[in-house]
């Protein structure tokens, strides 16, 4: 392994995260344009994640996939942790009150990731999405809520550096800097976030952040939402959730020490 270099682990779980947002593949040539790599090392580096059975490639299509082997990993992960089996409650029990999707993410560097969830929608209707991937910062509840927690420069520059595009952007997504800046600015004084079809059409939702209670100056660790389709979830229902929303967050967030306990026994959390 001494020979595989940082600039080469780098491009290969680039290619991986390419393909794991791609489900119906991707040619090897729109793999390196889209990261920019010589067609060789994409190759190269596409030939090792095929060896490790982290990828597959179709052979009519010639298109490269990412396989079940890639999820297996974060299931791996969650089993060996008992933090959501022990939030897992809260989450349901939030769901049920609410009769809409709740989630939970957490926070890894200056990402969020969704790594837990609970349905409450009884009705034919209902939203669930995969889990288990980067949060859209800017045109998500949890991302805004979260980045409303950071100064305001710091989290305009992260939304800049990924760009006002993306796989996930509604019709009614912020896309300038000025109206990023003031939604920042309502969530910090709601004291939650909003959305409604910014991320996606006809969805709409409301999140709040989750701190460590333990931690000094309780630092945010993740967050957790309801969300649903927008003809159910007006304006005055989504503020409605604010308070059971809260209460959710601040019972998650006493549960958060479970988390570093699990690490300091050496086991692998989410």
Not at 157 to 175: E, Q
């Amino acid at each position: 392994m001494s020979n595989i270099s940082a600039s080469s682990a780098d491009r290969g779980l680039a290619i991986l995260e390419l393909l794991v947002n791609e489900p119906s593949g991707l040619p090897m040539s729109i793999i390196a344009q889209r990261l920019k790599l010589p067609v060789s090392a994409t190759h190269r580096l596409l030939s090792v994640l095929v060896a490790r059975r982290y990828a597959r490639q179709d052979p009519v299509s010639e298109a490269y996939h990412a396989t079940m082997a890639v999820a297996a990993l974060g299931v791996r992960l969650l089993a060996g942790s008992n933090f959501i089996e022990v939030c897992q409650p809260v989450l349901e029990e939030f769901a049920s009150r609410t009769g809409e999707l709740v989630r939970l993410s957490v926070l890894e560097g200056d990402h969020l990731i969704w790594v837990a969830k609970a349905q409450g929608a009884r009705a034919s209707i209902r939203y669930d999405p995969i889990s288990g991937r980067d949060v859209p910062l800017h045109v998500t509840a949890m991302g805004k809520a979260w980045l409303a927690t950071l100064p305001e420069d710091d989290a305009v520059r992260l939304v800049l550096d990924r760009g006002f595009g993306g796989d996930l952007i509604g019709p009614k997504a912020t896309r300038t800097v000025e109206g990023l800046r003031e939604q920042l600015r309502l969530t910090k004084d709601r004291g939650f976030a909003l959305v409604e079809e910014e991320a996606e059409v006809g969805i709409s939702g409301i999140a709040t952040v989750v701190r460590d209670a333990l931690s000094p100056g309780r630092p945010v660790v993740g967050c957790v939402s309801v969300a649903g389709p927008t003809f159910r979830l007006d304006r005055e229902r989504l503020v409605g959730f604010a308070q059971p929303l809260k209460d959710a967050a601040e019972r998650l967030s006493d549960l958060w020490p479970v988390r570093a306990y699990y690490a300091q026994q050496g086991r692998e959390v989410a």
